[in-house]
């Protein structure tokens, strides 16, 4: 059995390192280098691609148990100045056991970036997501999925191409080689869960502690369009905290006592009748961005009192507050990675009439994301996956610990289970009774936060629901 061969001491380095680690061009107090992996792993000695990964290095080298990689989530996200980030937040305990490492994966930053080279009208914050017309029309989100298809298709590349969640967990391992580590630790969040998760079932002798928060679904019949469709349920259990803090603040932001109320009614109005919102992209306010906008307000307690301003400046008819539109060149590689992935990742439906029935029901069922979360995405109009969705098994070493947040707007704790239950008896959870999303030093809950800095740092790991 593969748990047999794996050694219950600290990580051993299998080879000394062959990287060259300099300043990163950030300036930031961490070192970059690069790992040079195929394009295609099926073609190990064809075209090449270098991912650039960073790290800190543990100040005392003489408690250190290995590497703790970051793996950013998304898909999309960037992971190379993380350590940089979370040398700040991590408990010194654990920043005196394990170096600091991250990476931008493939596609993204600093590793071969990509761009389907949208045109610039279709670059805007609302579109990575397909929210549909007012109604529930999807004909705009099938055009525009129409086009943003056949530009990833034109201009896409190799690379492009190349982008799947099997082949970041290669890449994951590529790094762990290079890095000459016998086995490596990773905490990963949100979309990260799915890749430590594929990576620990590919390769469960590599792993030593494993840390997945925020969990995705594994279903592999569905993968990311079940992710999808979890933004419905996930909102639903997320809004009241907000609603009730608004209510709390009536005095302040004037939403009433009730928030739901008000926010339906809100973006049905701003369908009809935008505000002008300079700075932002597009610049107007319309039902959609405002549902954006209550989907990214609900990721954190502290983005609440954006969210409330914004909510009560067009409640007035503005003037809205004052914001600033992502550059489009990070714009346009953040979508060309996550469409690569969400498309090369599992098959997609192509029956039009099926996506218009299910935003419809979804509508109802889940007025608050507006049937976004069962809309036609491009992949719709994309080629289907090289290889199958990975199964994940409870095959490997009993070295996970899950943490997952009760009330989380993008990763919902009902579908977190079907990750433990895939996982068995290799996974414990710690069940943090808060809202968010992330869980791990991200919302001040102690026991939450404690219990998995002490598997970090000691390995033990159980089942318990954390309170407040």
């Known amino acids: 059995m593969i748990a047999a061969l794996v050694s219950a001491g600290a990580a051993v380095p299998v080879a000394p390192p062959g990287l060259h680690w300099s300043a990163c061009a950030s300036g930031l107090p961490q070192e970059c280098a690069t790992v040079s992996v195929p394009i295609d792993y099926a073609e190990p000695r064809g075209d090449r691609l270098d991912l650039a990964i960073s ?29 940089s980030t979370y040398v700040k937040k991590l408990p010194q ?20 970036p990509v761009s389907c080279e949208l045109a610039p009208a279709d670059v805007t914050q609302t579109a990575i997501l397909p929210w549909p017309g007012p109604g529930g029309d999807i004909s705009p989100t099938v055009a525009w999925s129409r086009r943003a298809a056949a530009a990833c298709a034109k201009n896409g590349g190799p690379v492009y191409d190349s982008i799947n969640t099997r082949n970041e967990a290669r890449d994951l391992d590529a790094i762990r080689r290079a890095l000459g580590e016998r086995q490596i630790s990773y905490w990963g969040v949100s979309y990260g869960t799915y890749v430590g998760a594929v990576h620990a079932t590919m390769f469960p002798g590599s792993t030593d502690r494993v840390v997945l928060d925020s969990n995705d679904d594994p279903d592999p019949a569905l993968v ?66 405002l549902r954006s906008n209550v989907l990214n307000g609900l990721y954190s307690d502290a983005r609440f009192p954006q969210l409330a301003s914004l909510m009560s400046a067009a409640l007035a008819g503005g003037p809205l507050p004052p914001t600033t539109a992502a550059p489009e060149a990070a714009l346009q590689n ?39 979360p069962r809309n ?65 030093l991200d919302n001040g809950n102690a026991c939450g936060d404690a219990e998995v800095t002490r598997f970090l740092t000691d390995g033990t790991r159980r089942d318990i629901t954390c309170r407040g």
Request: aromatic letters at 8%; one cysteine or more.
């Open 55 to 83: 790290r800190i290095r543990t100040a005392k080298p003489e408690l250190r148990r290995g590497v703790l990689v970051i793996i950013p989530g998304g898909p999309g996200g960037s992971g190379l100045n993380r350590p």
């Open 224 to 289: 990311e369009r079940g992710w999808a469709a979890s933004y419905a349920i996930g909102v639903e259990d997320r809004f009241p905290d907000f609603a009730a803090w608004a209510a709390e603040h009536e005095e302040q932001y004037h939403l009433g006592t009730d928030v739901r109320g008000a926010y339906l009614r809100l973006a049905d109005r701003l369908d009809r009748a935008p505000l002008p919102w300079p700075g932002a992209n597009p610049p107007v306010l319309d039902g959609n961005t």
């Open 376 to 440: 036609v995405y491009t992949c719709a109009f994309s080629p289907g996956p090289a290889e199958p969705p990975v199964r994940v098994t409870p095959d490997g070493p009993p070295n996970v610990l899950l943490v997952q947040n009760l009330r989380d707007p993008a990763t919902p704790y009902r579908k977190a289970l079907n990750l433990k239950r895939a996982l068995g008896d290799r996974a414990r959870m710690v069940t943090v009774d808060a809202g968010g999303h992330g869980s791990y």
């Open 93 to 112: 305990s654990v920043l005196d056991r394990y170096d600091l490492v991250s990476f931008d994966p493939r596609g993204v930053g600093a590793s071969s």
């Open 334 to 372: 953040t979508f060309a990675v996550l469409n690569a992935t969400i498309c090369h990742d599992v098959s997609w439906p192509r029956d039009l009439r099926a996506y218009a029935r299910d935003v419809a029901a979804d509508r109802k069922a889940h007025p608050l994301t507006a049937g976004m």
